[in-house]
């Protein structure tokens, strides 16, 4: 634990001028970001007396071991280089948003030729247009096959597309209707695509014109006789009217706009987000996250709103966003959302009226959901440390094991060995710092030897960053390979100097692999940087002996080890004849068991990737510098690898793309492998010709 005193800035170092600023820890990690109007009086709060700080800005500034800012010009750059710098440096002890749960949106691929509505999850791209979220995705399928009578837009794969127009016959919707079946030529590109942008505008509220365009036709058709088309057009009508009656009105004047509400107690809480358009309930989403930093509501909307728009432009930032709190600076946050639309929006507390009754109806949303997330015992914070105080005492621990990382073994009757190691923080899943191994050394099936491979590369890259850092220097008598170990860093005796640097969003780009040069030290998320309180193996005592080994190896003696057997769920540890048995009912077992099972699950996720990555493996895989395209050409020609090995140099070079060069690198590639055996039917004793498009075993 630091002293905050050891790395105070010294009276009038820091600029009163607005700003962005870092508190990084012991390894240079950056733990925590903030902003201010004024860095000298935000800075001077963090380093009063500690019994007069809250709680968790205490925790924060004693795990932090220096601080630096970044002076910016105005308060609006300030958000969103603060906004850039958590997004990058994911820092532990700031509020971060996740959704609890992945959200369906209707999506309209406008990027492609022909258009396609389809449901989409995930992260948005670029050149699709998002309607949404819904709550679930059966309530966008119903919506569009009510809408396709209307605007009969493609909704089928790439796949089914491409082969519809090669074989000259659309799919079923393409016959009943639902479909303008552009794969066959029933319409141009141009129709297509004027029908997507009609799809689009109906779904962004403006749909009072279609209608009366629908009802006009209909009269138009009934009064020349043409009863069978009038009909369709009233079927059409009441297709519309029945899609818009899904999203009810709230609000009578067409308001678009997006209503925030913030439900939350000491330890957590939760958003709720409403997405109003064309005076209709859009789209619903929510977030539930740790108070992990002492903020009040006005932090937590102001928080909400960087995650909401930070990576949003154009109409997808509303004219209106009511929110519950102001956030402390509201000039400063309404300026940076008109900024990312383009144009002015409002922000603002509604007062009175129907907006005021819908926030009543969101906060009752976020207050359910809140109430809700409470009762997930994963997530509960209570339990979470419980869980991880019994870990600690029943392996007699020091502290609580805020870092555990789980290696597990997993392999097909000893191929495809691979490994996987999983990390847990604070009880959570750390996602993004999962990594996955293959075995090197050697072949066959052997864990306990694998499993001591995969300790001694994680931790040799470990040491290897401690070095970069310069936390460490290696004895000379020593080879890179068997450091004695890592020497603690002298405690920072002031802070990091820090000079004004050019305002604007942090550099971005790929971290560097930790073999390559030795770089400067930014405070990203590394790959193997940071150590573990607890290392957990899935296995029993030979494994739990094997990480032990690898790491006294290393020269490394403050990383406790364990292991879980899967058979009796009992935790080994070195040295020790017998296990520690934790009660069935006990929090810290079931973490050490969710733990488990998450690496468990990575591994055998990856090797079956790998697995059917090999399955699907074909001989040009070999050849140099023939990429996917021009395999694809090859086959496309010949038809299969079996045709295409049977050609002569001269009919490949007749290939678009492939030069003389590159067609004999192919024969060459081809002869010096063996076909597969032919298939045999068993029951007549018939060889069967295959004339497969590439793929062998």
Known sequence: MADPSSYRPKPGQIPDSPGVYKFRDEHRRVIYVGKAKNLRQRLANYFQDLAGLHPRTRTMVTTAASVEWTVVSTEVEALQLEYSWIKEYDPRFNVKYRDDKSYPYLAVTLNEEFPRVQVMRGAKKKGVRYFGPYGHAWAIRETVDLMLRVFPVRTCSAGVFKNAARTGRPCLLGYIGKCSAPCVGRVTPEEHRELADDFCDFMAGRTGAYIRRLEKDMTAAAEEMEYERAARLRDDAEALKRAMEKSAVVLADATDADLIAVAEDELEAAVQIFHVRGGRVRGQRGWVTDKVENVDTSGLVEHALQQLYGEEAGDAVPKEVLVPALPEDPDAVSQWLAERRGSQVSLRIPQRGDKKDLMATVQRNAQQALGLHKTKRASDLTTRSRALEEISEALGLDTAPLRIECFDISHLQGDDVVASMVVFEDGL????????????????????????????????????????????EEPPAQTPEQPSGPAPAPAPTGPVPTAPVPTGPA??????????????????????????????????????????????????????????????????????????????????LYLLQRIRDEAHRFAITYQRAKRAKRVRSSPLDDVAGLGDTRKQALIKHFGSVKKLRQATIDEICEVPGIGRRTAESVAVALASTTPAAPAVNTATGEIIEEDDGGSTT
């Open 507 to 588: 550099p971005t780009g790929p971290v560097p692999d930790s073999s390559a040069e030795p770089r400067e030290d930014d405070g990203r998320p590394k790959r193997f940087a940071y150590p573990p309180q607890l290392l957990v193996v899935d296995g029993g005592q030979p494994q739990v002996a094997a990480a032990k080994r690898a790491l006294d190896e290393l020269g490394i003696d403050d990383i406790a080890v364990c292991g879980l057997a899967k058979r009796l769920e009992e935790v080994w540890l070195p040295d020790d004849d017998d296990p520690v048995v934790l009660p069935r009912s006990s929090e810290g």
């Open 429 to 472: 899943a750390r996602k993004g710092e999962y990594r996955r191994f293959q075995i090197k050394s050697f072949e066959g099936q052997d864990d306990v030897r694998s499993m001591h491979e995969v300790i001694g590369r994680r931790f040799r890259r470990y040491l290897h960053e401690k070095e970069h850092t310069g936390e460490w």
